[in-house]
């Protein structure tokens, strides 16, 4: 995103800034100062244990705002005690950085005791709640704050995992704030994602994940795909306001706001699933990774260690997307990825033409920063009409919009 787009997405925004008391409160005035030399109005609330590691006077001084605490007033005439309601009104977006276990307990089971809680209940709807958590690592991995994090997903919060650092423990690991940059850049990216709803009308199927065929009661063929790709862009389709129908195999993920979520086991499970939406999808976006094979028979009992070899038959699944390659209408999309070991773009253009394609994605599977159990990808797009854009590594979220805005150029009327 250019400067000048920067300015134009935070231009007279209304920002609440929730700062609850974790030592990396300390970063939050930097943050407050970039806000409002991009030209957002910026209204700062404290709980109480924040005041010990940042002072009011400083952030008033940045933010041209008298810093809230308390629901009620108390010395302060002028503050109104319905003031939570008009700020709920006003803000165009509620961001809580630091969010320590605390805040997200009150958070995620809706207390209100302070003004920051109070306002995080009374914000509109419609307004996104951008939550950044930081504590030390095995705070963060607790079961409690990982349930309630699950929660605030749920109710639409959109959750900025904390980098991996030096905590303030001493101790290496992940839960560290980032850098009042990184902020910045996240809730400028909500906000251009926020106004630009270029997929509004389009229905988006993705599929994503392993599938898993069974051998037995207990024993399943598999691979070790981890529906991030997926994940990542059923988010960004549904950010940008795509109806959007996410079909996955087992994965513990969470869903994406405001997206569909069909679970599956089998291939046959999953093409049984996204074939209802065939006909009507405008989208169809295969990034799961589909078993080729499946066992001829699942024993119905657990099969015992009898001798030293055991054989299996193995018999063909369907091919989901060369399924809806061969029925897709003139106006409908089919993408596809290509993870490959050998002769990758020989391999990824032939199956293209195969199935049909407007787009596949290429990766490959001998680059330890793509394809499976990694958080990021190196993808090289091709398309059916010989275009051809290698993207850089980048996290699987900055490429699933890469994607997106790459093979649906034909939707955007702006400039997402």
Known sequence: MSHHDTLNALHGKHILLGISGGIAAYKLPLLVRLLKKAGADVQVVLTQRAKEFVTPAVLETLSQRKVLCDIFPTHDAKQDWTEHIRLGEWADMFVVAPATAH?????AHGLSDDMLS??????????PRLIFPSMDGEMLSAPAVQRNLALLRQDGCIIIEPEYGELA???????RLPEPETLFKHITEVFATSASKWLAGKCIVVTAG??????DPVRFISNFSTGKMGFALAEAAAEWGAKTILITGKTPLPTPPNVERIDVESAEEMLAAAHAYFERCDVFIAAAAVADYRPEHIAPQKLKKDS?????????????????????RAHQIAIGFALE???ALENARAKLEKKN??????NCANDPNAGFEVDTNRLTLLSRTGEQHALPLMSKKEAARALLKLTLSKFRTDSA
Do not use: Y
């Open 103 to 107: 805040t997200l307990a009150k958070l």
């Open 118 to 127: 109070v306002l995080f209940l009374a914000l509109r709807p419609e307004r």
């Open 169 to 175: 423990s001493g101790l290496i690991g992940k839960g």
């Open 210 to 215: 392993a599938t898993r065929e069974r051998l």
């Open 308 to 328: 030293d070899r055991l054989v299996l038959t193995l018999v063909k699944n369907p091919d989901i997307l060369l399924e809806f390659g061969q029925q897709k």
């Open 341 to 343: 070991t050998s002769h």
């Open 357 to 362: 394609l407007d787009w596949i994605a290429l």
